[in-house]
């Protein structure tokens, strides 16, 4: 496999944004893509933000900052990929959506180039399926907020070459983050593992058993985690887990990960969380600060 320096990341959102900055701000040359052009322009603000806020922490210097952005360029798509060793697509978690992407990724990326998703729940192997390299695609789920989680979840497709993965392993070590290799089945790991516990503390909620900062506040200093279950959620975005969780149970045809019916009340009431300013708890206007959490009875 080739040595990985040129890559492109499909999609400017949070997600897309994070992994343009780890991967610019480590050496690599970075073509950023969105069909939203205002949306690529905001992407680019906000890895500069990042950037800021890394500085006024100490953590980086001001010409780092500038060498970073100087990796990055605007691209289109899919012209923005023809000359890639390396595409991560980081687009909505939307089955149809991505299936297109990978298609017109597989005709236009170069013959070596390894395809790449951030996906946090679809099949590596549905998604591979739409190509016609499916050896050469694997999943590289990163974790919210990209510049500061360590982990990446490394999901091996059906088809997933040992060398891809290697070579996949090898960039996210290049990245500071720490590589875990799953294989491909429902949830991976992290989802597998978190959803259900989200999804309990909100029928805890739902069935009256405990209020929201009850319910966080247990598993905060119980459970020594650094965020509460519900407060995650809405950082999450509940569509997003309301999604994950119907991957869950339909992947698995277990009862056990049916999604709340509280959980599926507030996605069909636009009640996203902290993209909405609502959730299981109210929100200041443009900040994730939470200002107080919501009665539920």
């Known amino acids: 496999m080739t040595s990985i320096r040129n890559v492109a990341v499909i999609g400017a959102g949070t997600m897309g944004n994070g992994i343009a900055h780890v991967l610019a701000q480590n050496g690599f040359e970075v073509t950023l893509i969105d069909i939203n052009k205002a949306q690529l322009e905001k992407g680019i603000q906000q890895i500069s933000k990042n950037l800021d806020r890394q500085i ?15 990796r990055i360029r605007p691209g289109e798509f899919v012209q923005g990929v023809s000359n890639k060793d390396l595409v991560i697509e980081a687009a909505t978690e939307n089955t149809s959506l991505k299936l297109e992407i990978f298609r017109q990724l597989d005709a236009s990326a170069p013959a070596e180039c390894i395809l790449a ?20 695609v694997i999943g590289m789920h990163f974790m919210n907020p990209v510049p500061l989680m360590k982990l990446v979840e490394i999901i091996n497709g059906y088809a997933t070459l040992e060398s891809v993965t290697e070579a996949v392993v090898g960039i996210t070590k290049q990245l ?23 999804n309990e503390a909100i029928y805890s909620l739902y069935e009256g058993v405990a209020g929201v900062e009850s319910i966080d506040t247990v598993m905060k200093l119980g459970m020594a985690h650094p965020m509460g279950p519900l407060q995650l959620a809405d950082f999450i975005g509940l569509d997003v887990c309301l999604s994950i969780l119907q991957v869950l149970h339909e992947g698995f045809g277990n009862p056990k990960y049916a999604p709340c019916p509280l959980l599926a009340n507030m996605v069909s009431a636009g009640q996203l969380g902290v993209k909405t300013g609502e959730g ?11 200002v107080v959490s919501r009665n539920f009875r």
Do not use: H, W
Not at 56 to 65: C, H, Q
Not at 117 to 132: L, P, W
Not at 178 to 193: L, Q
């Open 176 to 198: 500071g983050k720490t590589p875990c290799v799953v294989n491909d089945y429902p949830g991976f790991i992290a989802n597998r593992i978190l959803m259900p516990m989200i």
């Open 56 to 70: 006024s922490k100490g953590v980086i210097k001001e010409e780092t900052k500038k060498a970073t952005l100087d």
């Open 280 to 290: 299981f708890y109210t929100y200041q206007t443009g900040s994730k600060e939470l």
């Open 117 to 136: 998703t951030n996906t946090s729940s679809i099949s590596i192997t549905k998604i591979a399926s739409a190509t016609k390299r499916p050896a050469q």
